[in-house]
């Protein structure tokens, strides 16, 4: 555990927080600033500053946890729907440093966009530049497709 770190003093119970389901894995609490009512946090129970820092099994053992938490907030809360999300790394607005899905309940005519709308645009590449992306990625993804 990262003494310093909030999330980690949450998953200790060294400060107070509205847990609502603890494992070995991973943490899921109240965000103390909510969106919207029963806006949730999950995170990992070990301290990981990016979802790329999680060894792929503790990865598999948390986000285990993911679709039966998003049930239970979408049935307690009502609601139809979520919005999960990940801000990943201070560029895409993660302040907290500690692996965190954002669990978000979404109703009808809530009118909330989804994801897409906070891009104001979209990238018009041409068809050589999507190849030539996919191709990297495909030959740095290829030794853990094996
Ligand atoms: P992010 O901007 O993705 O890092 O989100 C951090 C989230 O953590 C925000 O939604 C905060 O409201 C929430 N948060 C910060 N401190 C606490 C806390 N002590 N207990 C619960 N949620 C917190
Ligand atoms: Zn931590």
Not at 18 to 47: M, R
Not at 59 to 81: C, F, Q, S
Not at 118 to 128: I, V
């Amino acid at each position: 555990m990262a003494d310093d770190c909030i999330f980690c003093r949450i998953a200790a119970g060294k400060i107070p927080a509205h847990v609502v389901y603890q494992d070995e894995s991973a943490c899921a609490f109240l965000d103390v600033n909510p969106l919207v009512a029963g806006h949730t946090l999950l995170i990992p129970a070990k301290h990981y500053e990016r979802l790329e820092d999680i060894p792929s099994e503790e990865a598999a053992r948390y986000l285990a946890n993911l679709p039966r938490i998003i049930a239970t907030v979408t049935h307690v809360m009502d609601a139809e729907g979520a919005t999960v999300a990940w801000n990943d790394g201070p560029v895409a607005g993660q302040e907290v440093p500690h692996v965190h899905a954002h669990i978000v309940p979404r109703h009808a005519k809530d009118g909330v966009g989804p994801i897409h709308s906070l891009f104001s645009g979209r990238a018009r590449l041409p068809p050589e530049e999507t190849e030539r992306i996919a191709d990297r990625m495909s030959r740095a993804l290829r030794p853990r497709l094996r």
